[in-house]
């Protein structure tokens, strides 16, 4: 049976302009769920994998608005680990609703993920993702002065934090997630692409300040699962060059050295398609016979089929 | 190889009188694996089990502290999943620093876990466990008033909200568990007793404002994963009856007779050793030949081997 990495896209947890509560989140997990049911009835392997920048964001903020000593603001790893719980549990019970009611006697699970970066990834000399509250520069300067905390100015909107992203080199729990995979569950994991570990010269490993891409995560664990399909799942159908100008083309099969020109050309925005269409050849490159497809959740199961989206390949 | 679903204490994540901060958890943590290496040296196949106490009590205040349109105060069942995430995350990693250290190539999962307790347990009608933060009794009533809730006056510390602590009977991510287990992973579940969920006409399952006793959901997934040994670790080596009293007088090998005679007997207090002493008995009983142990964290290796702690069976 093939087995898919399948990477969501924020709206697959929390839609534009609707609340930030559990249960507005949750309504949105169970539409997923939905939208992923024909893929599951297909019988692929599947692990899910997911973003979590905004809910990252307001533990960070909640943390920061409480610190106290009683309840002291937890670091971002931690942060990380805790929205990982909090969407992990809302996906799960969201995806056993709906195999409850169609009958599919399969289960979903989440396991907590941590993912390895490494210390010398150039990401950690320039932050560049920007987290938790806004402050003044006199607050940001004290702060960047008692912690060593970097901040750089937003857009006129104030003084937020940056902290790197660097690239994942390896995931702590891939033998665990592997194994769960292949006993039939349908594994959620690597969410919010995992929280940062950096790993020391004796083997262990120890969470760092840092965010990594989604999409770069999703990838990694794609190709140390030996999965036969990374399917990234966005907002649209396709990729498209020539991005909202006359001449925009969307894109059906490509090659990997294709996508790479189209990247050097400056067709995908950075922060949005681009990690994408990154994620997506690494994979694809990663070894003969890899797939990587970027649609919409809604077309995931047609693009599995070869009938939708984006889909990537190397030449053989 | 024989299972041992061990269940830590409190003691085991934060130790009294030191910070709640994640660096000293996180320490703590380290310590704990530290104790368990005797007992994974040995080859047992593990799952471990913790609780959630003081650590879902403070989400629950950053929650209340921080609450506003833009980050919503998250429900209960989902500050339980935050927990699972965070110590889940500091435990698994504490563990694998120690088993890198000795050479063991195993490596510690933490499984996001619900579990499921009756919509018409008695426990419902007569809400006991205070959480979240103190109120006065204006606010108290006005909060009871807005959103149902139920509040009791607290020894004279103000009003606080109370939920119930319902028995547990089932563990939703028991399959997944146990493949996880049988696959040679040291399995970090059920934490803070799991998130309380209940089961619907239709078999869906959605989360509900409880506390499900962390000693009880170990001794009911040991139960569904058909452990030999509940291993209950906790600050004392072993139980006491006469507890405190001249006649005090430590219990090593009992049956599960004598213990519920001396729970009649009102020897253990409710909330600390009681449904301890509950949950061993539940296990022992729950089949012939298992075996169900109370001790210490330092003693849990000996009494494994039948040199310490109180050791619990029903009558053959």
Known sequence: MKKVVIALGGNALQKANEPATAEAQQKVCEQTAEQLLAIIKAGYEIVLTH????????????QQIADSERTPAMPFDTCGAM???????????AIDKTLVRVGIPKKAVSVVTQTVVDRND??????????????SEEEARQIMQEKGYIFKEDAGRG?????????????????????????????IAVGGGGIPVVRNADGTVEGVDAVIDKDLGAAKLAELLDADVLLILTAVEKVAINFRKPNQAELDDVTTDQMKQYMQEGHFAPGSMLPKVEAAVQFAESRPGRLAIITSLEKGFEALQGKAGTRITALR
């Open 83 to 93: 929205s990982q719980g909090m969407i992990g549990y809302w996906l799960q019970q």
């Open 51 to 62: 973003g979590n920048g905004p809910q990252v964001g307001n533990i960070v903020l909640q």
């Open 159 to 187: 003084w937020r934090r940056v902290v790197p992203s660097p690239k994942p080199v390896d995931i702590v729990e891939k033998d665990a997630i592997r194994d769960l995979v292949e006993a039939g569950h349908i594994v």
């Open 122 to 135: 150039p990401a950690f000399s320039n932050p560049t993702k920007p987290i938790g509250p806004f402050y």
